[in-house]
Nanobody
Framework: QVQAVESGGGLAQSGDSLRLSCAAS????????MGWFRRAPGKEREFVGG????????RYAESVKGRFTISRDNAKNTVYLQMNSLKPEDTAVYYC?????????????????WGQGTQVTVSS
């Protein structure tokens, strides 16, 4: 069993930065890709970005490309989402998840373990 716990969410103003962390416990973390998703009010959950098992490859949604950066520390079983130049439309509950594969996938069914989410609210 793998558990993931997100932290670092909160209130921010437009243009601010926040860094989310996702601490995973359980036997298998380092051998799998990790992803970040978000659900904005009234919208479906969407892919934000992901990182391969070794951290060598990342992929981002167009809406966050150039502003968000994903990294991971396998020694700490932790993945990070650095969010810069935040916009009000980034307001959402952010979830981390462990993929079923070593490579980054963009669809929810390819992720097997999910955190509970952390709220990010960006005001203008």
């Amino acid at each position: 069993q793998v558990q993931a716990v997100e932290s670092g969410g909160g209130l921010a103003q437009s243009g601010d930065s926040l860094r989310l962390s996702c601490a995973a416990s359980g036997r298998t973390f380092s051998g799998y890709a990790m992803g970040w998703f978000r659900r904005a009010p009234g919208k479906e959950r969407e892919f934000v970005g992901g990182i391969s098992w070794d951290g060598a490859y990342t992929r981002y949604a167009e809406s966050v490309k150039g502003r968000f950066t994903i990294s991971r520390d396998n020694a700490k079983n932790t993945v990070y989402l650095q969010m810069n130049s935040l916009k009000p439309e980034d307001t959402a509950v952010y979830y981390c998840a462990r993929a079923a594969t070593t490579w980054v996938m963009t669809t929810e069914p390819m992720y097997t373990y999910w955190g509970q989410g952390t709220q990010v609210t960006v005001s203008s």
